[in-house]
């Protein structure tokens, strides 16, 4: 991991503000950033839970609602979990949202059918806690879609791509909103183990079956499985 990025407290404190800052146009971004594919990674997300409507999802790191939005437009009942006020604040949606560290829920041991998490793996302050989480609160049967940035495998794409997303991001960005909020996203990715390392975590925090989809080419990736 790059020494220039913080880690622990300061890694929190660090992404809790960068997202209070760029909560008022973070919608308008992500639409322009990322051509409109966002809104179908994340139906693709929601599918692959493969629960039954009517299934109690929480949605961690919520955001401005764009998973709680497309739960409740498939039948879920969602509920929003998210430690940044400015985001809450900012929110689009009439699900019921709570201001929280995602990984220290106020929530009862096996009280989840199914959980959502977009693009905040590398956010986090520790990936093996917030695993640990999901096993704690998802029920047996349950199931977890974690969508988060990747590279893709091709080298002719991930060369492309991370032109498009270390430099052009940064300029969308800036234009619509924070620069240097937007600069320090795909540097984030250095947060993020490689997915078989991901993959063993998530089995060990009680997912056997998880696996790995890539999407778009590999430029988004997407983490799913059932609580044993």
Not at 70 to 86: I, M, T
Not at 95 to 119: M, N, W
Not at 192 to 201: D, G, I, T, V, Y
């Amino acid at each position: 991991m790059s020494e220039s990025l913080p880690s622990g407290q300061e890694k929190a404190a660090t992404v809790r503000s960068l997202f209070d800052r760029i909560s008022p146009r973070y919608d308008l971004v992500n639409r322009v950033m990322t051509f409109g594919m966002d809104i179908g990674w994340r139906r693709r997300s929601i599918r692959e839970l493969h629960l039954p409507v009517g299934s109690r999802v929480f949605d961690l790191a919520c955001g401005t609602g764009d998973f709680c939005r497309e739960l409740r437009r498939s039948g879920y009942p969602a509920v929003g979990f998210d430690f940044s006020f400015g985001m809450l604040a900012s929110a689009r949606t009439d699900v019921p949202l709570v201001q929280a560290d995602i990984l220290h829920l106020p929530l009862r041991e096996a009280s989840a059918d199914g959980v959502t998490c977009g693009f905040a793996l590398r956010n986090v302050v520790s990936l093996e806690s917030l695993f640990a989480e999901l096993g704690r609160v998802v029920r047996p049967g349950g199931a977890i879609a974690l969508l988060d940035a990747s590279r893709p495998d091709n080298p002719a794409l991930r060369a492309g791509h991370r032109v498009y997303f270390e430099h052009a991001v940064p300029m969308i960005g800036g234009l619509l909103s924070d620069r240097d909020a937007y600069a320090y996203l795909p540097k984030s990715m250095a947060y993020l183990p490689p997915a078989p390392e991901m993959l063993a975590m998530l089995r060990e925090a009680g997912f056997p079956s998880a696996r790995r989809i890539q999407l778009s080419g590999g430029i988004t990736q997407l983490f799913v499985g059932v609580r044993a």
